[in-house]
Antibody, heavy 116, light 106 residues
Framework: QVHLAQSGAEVKKPGSSVRVSCVASGDTFSSYSLSWVRQAPGLGLEWMGRIIPSLDIKHYPQKFRGRVTITAVTSSNTAYMELSSLTSEDTALYYC?????????WGQGTLVTVSS | EIVLTQSPAALSLSPGQTATLSCRASQSFSDYLCWYQHKPGQAPRLIIYDAVNRATDVPGRFRGSGSGTDFTLTISDLEPEDFAVYYCQQRADWISFGQGTRLEVK
């Protein structure tokens, strides 16, 4: 069983950056990929990218390439997602997720609000 | 990147009826297709993986089918707790989600 604990809610100004953390416990953190998924109000789920901590391999979909950076520190079982050049459209609930065959583990979600 | 298109966008049915949700992919892939149920205030719940396998504790009224580019989630004998938003997700080429189908009470 894996538990993912995310950092708290953030309020940011347009044009700034936000970094959300995700601490994993109960499993071998570095062995599995860790993804970030967001849901903006009234919209669907969006996959923002993932990292394989043991290999430091990262994948980003076209939409977020250049604006999202996902990192991991294996010694502390922590993953980070940084999103830059924030606009109001980035207001959303952000989840870290460990997708596995047959079951997933989701963090509790971090609300990021972008407002001037 | 694989684009998933779900239909219909919304579906209004009554408890006891059968829901049929569709997910079409922009390119063919092996059966790395999942379905999620999402309710307000909760994390999405995995319902079906590998196109046809029910996740743990998912009732038998949920059935996944399809292959290639066309996939279907069928929910038989709808229960009140089944009304939610459903997303398909592919894991064949990185990850992507469909835009969702809202299943609502008629």
């Amino acid at each position: 069983q894996v538990h993912l604990a995310q950092s708290g809610a953030e309020v940011k100004k347009p044009g700034s950056s936000v970094r959300v953390s995700c601490v994993a416990s109960g499993d071998t953190f570095s062995s599995y990929s860790l993804s970030w998924v967001r849901q903006a109000p009234g919209l669907g789920l969006e996959w923002m990218g993932r990292i394989i901590p043991s290999l430091d391999i990262k994948h980003y979909p076209q939409k977020f390439r250049g604006r999202v950076t996902i990192t991991a520190v294996t010694s502390s079982n922590t993953a980070y997602m940084e999103l830059s050049s924030l606009t109001s459209e980035d207001t959303a609930l952000y989840y870290c997720v460990s997708f596995r065959r047959g079951h997933d583990f989701w963090g509790q979600g971090t609300l990021v609000t972008v407002s001037s | 990147e694989i684009v998933l298109t779900q239909s219909p966008a919304a579906l209004s049915l009554s408890p006891g009826q059968t829901a049929t949700l569709s997910c079409r992919a922009s390119q063919s892939f092996s059966d790395y297709l999942c379905w999620y149920q999402h309710k307000p205030g909760q994390a999405p719940r995995l319902i079906i993986y590998d196109a046809v396998n029910r996740a743990t504790d998912v009732p038998g009224r949920f059935r996944g089918s399809g292959s290639g580019t066309d996939f279907t989630l069928t929910i038989s004998d709808l229960e009140p707790e089944d009304f939610a938003v459903y997303y398909c997700q592919q894991r064949a080429d990185w990850i992507s989600f469909g835009q969702g189908t809202r299943l609502e009470v008629k």
